[in-house]
């Protein structure tokens, strides 16, 4: 039977997983998709490097046009990364009539919409189930297992490096700096890891994953962002003593047709499943109004489990070829929705204060929340020997944004208060 012949863009991490699958389940797939698959040409920026695994030297080469405009190959698996030449070379294969696969979030993150409108013009396949979560499906279950219902939260620790980071922290008292170090080590950092710590590597997956759960277009400006530079060993303790452990979250939210989606630290309650989240794990949860409650947990990064969803979407691609039903997706941004405003995002805010210790500065604290129309949950000041100063931590009730700015706002000018050292939002 004529193979499926796969033009393969990048031999990394990644692709060399998706080259131990298509390989190693080679007797599997096909009898899925009712051919052979055959990874035909491989790109890659160094021929001459060593592979892990063998390869024929014939199949390499370092022009990525030899691939884009093979006649031969039907299927491009793109996991080289990058932006613009990526960009360039898919929109060109598409121009080409081939489908396309993707593990590539910051390309998906910035350019979907007009990639996919190019799939759709073209009846072409475009699927990334591999660029959120790595080894976890969220993409399809979103698209497919919940199309019958409607997103109203997707809460996610989206970016492995980071949690890895914030788990050390958490669990051995470790430095963030030395953390962070490791994990470039251990391979789980981006290149630059500024998109991992300031978080902008999760906003990219939240832009794609609350996209397809709301049905919508969501653009990465709509994202706040705050990554974990800022946490510190005080929040972590202060936050455990509470019964919260800080997570690197992604929010995102939606009420009819406003939404909001954020990248922050966040006190998670230890009891939600979300706090057990650990090292370099990913887990996503998920509420829909008529399902309720579900979450998702497994490898986010990772040659074979990245690989395993790269090579689902290769067989998703080849049974629509057979059906004939290529480039079919629904259009799936029909509802137009707006950004909610600071004053319609609410949730509760830990919030740490270096503070005078004397009589009556409490009650100047309390009227500024109540000023500001914020309740407050509760209030802890850790027994420190009798000094001039010492540190209070609020929990407050849900209170918006907007509100929490304007007792923030009120403290710079009330001098009891020396110094506002943190604030998180609280979840769970
Ligand atoms: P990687 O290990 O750095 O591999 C990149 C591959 O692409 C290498 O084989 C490299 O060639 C080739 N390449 C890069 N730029 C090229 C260029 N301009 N021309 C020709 N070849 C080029 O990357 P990776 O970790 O596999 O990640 C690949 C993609 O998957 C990225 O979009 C990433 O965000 C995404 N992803 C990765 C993971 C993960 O766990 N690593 C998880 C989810 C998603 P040489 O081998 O010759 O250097
Ligand atoms: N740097 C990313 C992470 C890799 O730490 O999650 C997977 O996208």
């Known amino acids: 039977m004529k193979p499926i012949k796969i033009g393969l863009l990048g031999l990394g991490t990644v692709g060399t997983g998706v080259v131990k699958i298509v390989e190693g389940h080679q007797d599997d797939l096909s009898n899925q998709v009712g051919s052979p698959i055959s990874i035909a040409q491989i790109l890659v920026k160094d021929r001459r490097k060593t592979r892990s695994i063998p390869i024929e030297a014939a199949k390499l080469t370092e022009d990525p046009w030899d691939i884009v405009r093979n006649p031969d190959i039907d299927i491009i698996v793109e996991v080289m990364g990058g932006i613009a ?13 081939k489908h396309i696969v993707t593990a590539n979030k910051d390309l ?20 990334y189930e591999a660029s959120v979560a790595g080894g976890i499906p969220i993409i399809r279950t979103l698209v497919e297992g919940f199309s019958s219902d409607r997103i109203t939260k997707i809460m996610g620790i989206v970016n492995g490096t980071t949690n890895y980071i914030l788990t050390k922290m958490s669990q051995e008292g470790a430095a963030y700096a030395d ?10 950092a981006e290149t630059d890891p500024t998109s991992d710590v300031e978080g ?21 400006d709509n994202v706040s962002v705050r990554g974990i530079s800022g946490v510190t060993q005080e929040d972590i303790r202060y936050g455990k003593r509470l019964g919260y452990e800080v997570k690197l979250l992604g929010i995102a939210e939606r009420q009819d047709d406003l939404f909001s989606v954020s990248v922050e630290p966040t006190m998670i309650k230890t009891t939600h499943p979300i706090a057990a989240v650990n090292g370099v794990f990913n887990a996503v949860y998920v509420h829909g109004e008529a399902v309720g409650e579900t979450m998702f947990y497994g490898a986010g990064a990772g040659e074979l489990p990245t690989a395993t969803s790269v090579v689902a979407d290769l067989v998703a691609v080849i049974k629509n070829m057979k059906l004939g039903v290529n480039g079919r997706q629904a259009q799936l941004s029909y509802n137009v929705m707006k950004l909610k405003s600071d004053d319609q995002i ?22 500024v929340f109540s000023d500001c129309d914020v309740s407050i949950e509760s209030v802890m000041q850790p027994s420190t020997p009798h000094q001039s100063s010492t540190e209070i931590i609020i929990i407050t009730h849900q209170a918006s944004k907007k509100a929490m700015n304007e007792v923030l706002n009120a403290f710079e000018s009330l001098s009891a208060v020396r110094r506002v050292k943190s604030v998180y939002r609280v979840e769970g």
């Open 108 to 127: 998906m993150a910035l350019h979907g919409q007009e990639i996919l409108a190019k799939a759709r013009d073209k009846g072409c396949d475009v699927l």
């Open 179 to 188: 953390v962070l170090k490791e994990a470039q080590e251990l391979g789980y």
């Open 200 to 220: 902008l590597d999760a906003a990219r997956k939240m832009t794609i994953l609350s996209s397809l759960g709301f049905r919508s277009n969501v653009d990465l």
């Open 346 to 367: 609410a949730s509760k805010f830990f919030l740490l204060l270096h503070v005078e210790d004397r009589a009556g500065v409490l009650a100047q604290i309390a009227q």
């Open 85 to 97: 030449q990526t960009k360039e070379y898919i929109l060109e294969a598409l121009e080409r009539g």
